[in-house]
Nanobody, 116 residues
Framework: QVQLAESGGGLVQAGGSLRLSCAASGRSFARDLMAWFRQAPGKEREFVGQIWFDGRTNYADSVKGRFTVSRDKVNNTMYLQMNNLKPEDTAVYYC??????????WGRGTQVTVSS
């Protein structure tokens, strides 16, 4: 079974850092686009950042300069390094991926809470 599993969320103070992991299993995502999304309470899920098979990345304006997406193809894992966290970053963070640039698979999410 194909699965994505996020981990690394938690409670941090504003200005702190967290590193999220997205471990994939069931298939290789080495050739696929992978991405992070987040959803805050009462809001729609929004794009955070993505990384292509060749390492190219793209980020939402709200996180540029603070968040970094990376991947380890050998271990089939994607990461989200979050620095200088703000209360506005509080959300459930999800990883997603799939073949042909389709977000076919999703994890269950990991909670990130940033206190003032």
């Amino acid at each position: 079974q194909v699965q994505l599993a996020e981990s690394g969320g938690g409670l941090v103070q504003a200005g702190g850092s967290l590193r999220l992991s997205c471990a994939a299993s069931g298939r290789s995502f080495a050739r696929d686009l992978m991405a992070w999304f987040r959803q805050a309470p009462g809001k729609e899920r929004e794009f955070v950042g993505q990384i292509w098979f060749d390492g190219r990345t793209n980020y939402a304006d709200s996180v540029k300069g603070r968040f970094t997406v990376s991947r380890d193809k050998v271990n089939n894992t994607m990461y989200l390094q979050m620095n200088n966290l703000k209360p506005e970053d509080t959300a459930v963070y999800y990883c997603t991926s799939g073949p042909d640039y389709r977000y076919e698979y999703w994890g269950r999410g990991t909670q990130v809470t940033v206190s003032s």
